[in-house]
């Protein structure tokens, strides 16, 4: 009941006056304590308040200090955060370092809060981005290491440094985009490659390295220095391959062609090697079909030649004829003579020598032929001109024919045409004498440049023609004679008819049955035939000989010159008719 009077009537609570009033005023009093002893216990109870308040003091101070060097720690923290962060300032610090101890660390503590916030998502950062930089770096070497965590330097965590190491992971990420579409561009070639060459391209790319024939994940494949370095021995190995193989190709089909046409082989035989020879001219880079450039194609190719090279020694012979045939065939075009006989005898007889291989003498025929056609196209139009001045010879003679057939005239079936003709005839044979002057001048022309005769089928052609001009010559003047015992023929015939009247003389009779006798020039066309025949004999004959089907024109026509229309008279007269005597 007394501790309850105890209490503040105010508040209610109990109170050191009001337990000291209790302790005095009730206990001390009732129970009888003397002054001396109240005294000790009031000095006992002094001295544990005061080592309370000693103590509480003393907590007090200490927790104070504690405050301070907290404090302390935080703007020092605050600093270095700054520091580390790179900021000189912070907006949320307050500028104010008064107030209670408390006031002031309560006003730092959420900027500090928010600086290690930062400083953790600084952190976060930069191990990301040093991982990134340090896995890139680990691909571009080629280590194939588990890697730990970057170790961040804390002290250092500003924008500015940040900033250096994402500008190193873009170069980084640009070296591997450019390393990677490196990597990309070498697979594909070597893809297309091993195409061409009939190669297995996923075991030729495992070679390099296992990542390259993972064609799902494009971001796994290596893009190590070695990597590159495998990767471009490669592509120039199965390049050089590739130059190898076509150039082998090719020399197998010059070879597949040329022993095509040695042995004239049908065309579809050689339509099953057309992927063969559709690459005789091409360069490397054009090569692209899968499989061109095949080992087993290859294979294929060459033993088609080998087989083809038995075979061409087996018909060595048929085929060394075969080439000698189209050599006389040009030199009997170019009217060019050559012993045939011997000739063959000499290829047979080297064939079965075995002295000479039968490539390089197949080749010496080769270059024969080609000598052969450029000496036929340096006589060609010398020739052609030969042969209009024999087909004008030939018309001339066919107009002597013409004149002296008497019935010329006569309206009979087709005479029109002959007339025809013979209008053609006689401009053709006026043109003669020109052009003999022109082939005389380009056949010592050809001569003076060759250093050589030209001949016509072993004949000299500058002896044919002077000859020709000879007797042509000759004929005229025959022609002449003939045109004065005319004349004087009928001088005589006339002066018969003034003495004796009208009777025939002899002479008229003789002349008028020798109509039907031969040519009045006969004897000088059948002597320059002999002449020319002659030469031809010697020289030409085996012309006819060598080719019997060949259509030979004389080496010169029997007639050479025409009668003209005054003298188409003249043809009856014969060339042996005595002059009449006076009478």
Not at 332 to 353: C, F, G, M, Q
Not at 401 to 427: P, T, V
Request: charged share 30%; net charge negative; proline share 3%.
């Amino acid at each position: 009941m007394a501790a309850v009077e105890a209490e503040n009537p105010l508040h209610g609570q109990i109170t050191c006056g009001s337990l000291l009033q209790q302790l005095q005023a009730q206990i001390w009093d009732e129970v009888g304590e003397g002054d001396e002893e109240r005294d000790q216990m009031l000095l006992q109870l002094e001295q544990e308040c005061l080592d309370v308040y000693k103590r509480k003091v003393d907590q007090a101070v200490k927790s104070r200090a504690n405050l301070l060097h907290t404090l302390a720690n935080a703007r020092v923290e605050l600093t270095n955060l700054l520091s580390a962060l790179g900021e000189k300032t912070y907006i949320g610090i307050p500028d104010k370092t008064s107030g209670t101890i408390k006031e002031q660390l309560a006003a730092v503590d959420p900027a500090l809060k928010k600086l290690w916030k930062q400083k953790d998502e600084r952190i976060k950062e930069f191990s990301d981005v040093q991982s990134q930089i340090q896995r890139i770096c680990a691909e571009i070497n080629g280590s194939g290491q588990q890697l730990d965590s970057p170790a961040v330097d804390e002290s250092d965590l500003s924008v500015k440094k940040l900033d250096g190491f994402q500008a190193q992971l873009q170069n980084l990420q640009k070296e591997k985009s450019e390393r990677l579409h490196k990597v990309l561009e070498f697979v594909s070639t070597v893809h297309d490659l091993c195409a061409v060459l009939g190669m297995d391209f996923f075991s030729t790319v495992n070679e390099v390295h296992p990542s390259l024939n993972d064609s799902g994940d494009v971001q796994s494949k290596s893009i190590s220095n070695e990597t590159l370095s495998r990767l471009a021995k490669t592509v120039l190995a199965l390049k050089e391959d590739k130059k190898q193989r076509l150039k082998k190709l090719q020399e197998l089909a010059t070879q597949l062609i040329d022993l095509w046409n040695l042995m004239d082989t049908p065309q579809e035989e050689r339509t099953l090697f057309d992927h063969v020879t559709c690459n005789i001219s091409v360069s490397v880079d054009e090569v692209n079909v899968p499989g061109a450039l095949a080992l087993d194609l290859i294979e294929q190719a060459t033993l088609e030649v080998d087989r083809l090279d038995q075979l061409k020694a087996s018909r060595m012979k048929e085929i060394a004829i075969k080439r000698q045939a189209e050599l006389e065939d040009i030199f009997t075009s170019a009217h060019i003579e050559i012993d045939v006989e011997a000739a063959r005898e000499k290829i047979l007889e080297l064939i079965d020598s075995g002295k000479v291989e039968p490539v390089e003498l197949l080749a010496d025929m080769d270059n024969q032929i080609a000598k052969a056609k450029e000496e036929a196209l340096s006589r060609k139009d010398i020739l052609e001109k030969v042969e209009k001045w024999m087909l004008t010879c030939e018309e001339e003679s066919w107009l002597e024919d013409y004149n002296r057939d008497d019935n010329r005239y006569n309206a009979s079936r087709g005479a029109h045409i002959n007339l025809k003709r013979a209008e053609k005839a006689r401009i053709m044979v006026n043109k003669i004498p020109a052009l003999v002057d022109g082939l005389v001048a380009k056949t010592r022309a050809w001569e003076k440049d060759r250093g050589v005769t030209f001949t016509y089928d072993g004949v000299p052609l500058l002896a044919m023609l002077d000859e020709y001009s000879m007797l042509r010559q000759d004929r005229e003047e025959e022609k002449k004679r003939l045109r004065d015992q005319k004349k004087f023929s009928e001088q005589v015939s006339k002066e018969q008819e003034t003495i004796f009247g009208s009777t025939p003389s002899p002479a008229r009779q003789i002349s008028t049955k020798k109509v039907v006798g031969p040519r009045a020039n006969g004897g000088i066309n059948g002597s320059a035939g002999r002449r020319l025949s002659l030469n031809a004999h010697q020289n030409g004959s085996r012309s006819i000989n060598r080719d019997a089907k060949r259509d030979m024109r004389p080496v010169a026509p029997v007639n050479y010159v025409a009668i003209s229309k005054d003298d188409a008279a003249s043809s009856h007269v014969s060339g042996t008719e005595h002059t009449p005597s006076t009478p």
